[in-house]
């Protein structure tokens, strides 16, 4: 699962990400994904979803893309890759369509996905 947010700034589009989900005023704050206890991986926090899946931010000059990584022995199935890959998408128009040219998703993992 990668999705790639193309951006003239991804780390600031990063660090939007990471302020809107710590910010303690409610308008604007990202509600739906938290962070590990280490602050590298996000999850989504509906309580159906918490936890099948991780996903880890990777910082290239042109995007911020997400890749995939599987909890600790449990294989992420399409559904939870197929959810995941929606929601993360949907964050990020939903809160940072000025800061982000196009995004794309890939339909299946790549070599930097840890799904099994």
Request: charged fraction near 20%; glycine fraction near 4%.
């Amino acid at each position: 699962m990668a999705i790639s947010f193309f951006s003239l700034d991804a780390s600031s589009l990063l660090k939007m990400f990471k302020d809107r989900i710590d910010q303690q005023k409610l308008e604007g704050k990202i509600t739906t994904w938290e962070k590990s206890t280490d602050g590298v991986y996000y999850t989504h926090k509906a309580k159906e979803w918490n936890k099948l899946a991780w996903v880890k931010p990777n910082l290239f000059n042109d995007r911020l893309t997400f890749n995939i990584i599987k909890p600790q022995n449990i294989a992420v199935t399409g559904l939870v890759y197929a959810y995941y890959h929606g929601h993360l998408t949907e964050t990020f128009l939903s809160h940072f369509d000025q800061n982000f040219a196009k995004s794309e998703s890939t339909a299946l993992p790549t070599p930097q996905d840890k799904c099994s």
